[in-house]
């Protein structure tokens, strides 16, 4: 039983504006989430990895996934593959990216 004058947090917040829990993941600093966009349009500079909103990343071969889908694959939609080693999540995994430091 909870108390009764306690007033539910959907009073203040609808669902729709409260962001994606793994949205509002911290990154390490240098890492960014990566937009929606087409397998073809991720730059070779650009380190993907798989993230999950438990906290565990890992890298992806992007050349080995150029291999496996189209050039017109959604980034976003090859994002609902990626699955957790740790947790076993599937389907609500992001992909982040590392730029690769060039000198
Ligand atoms: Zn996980």
């Known amino acids: 039983m909870g108390c009764p004058l306690e007033i539910p947090y959907s009073s203040f917040k609808s669902d729709n504006e409260r962001p994606s829990p793994v949205d509002a993941l911290k990154l390490p600093a240098d890492m960014y989430m990566l937009p929606d966009m087409a397998l073809s349009e991720v730059h070779d500079w650009f380190i993907l990895y798989g993230f999950c ?11 080995k996934t150029r291999k496996k889908f189209s050039a017109s694959s959604r980034t976003s939609e090859l994002a609902r593959f990626l699955h957790c080693k740790r947790c076993g999540r599937k389907g609500d995994n992001r992909f982040t990216f590392k730029q690769m430091l060039r000198d």
């Open 53 to 63: 909103k438990c906290g565990y990343f890992r890298g992806v071969d992007i050349q």
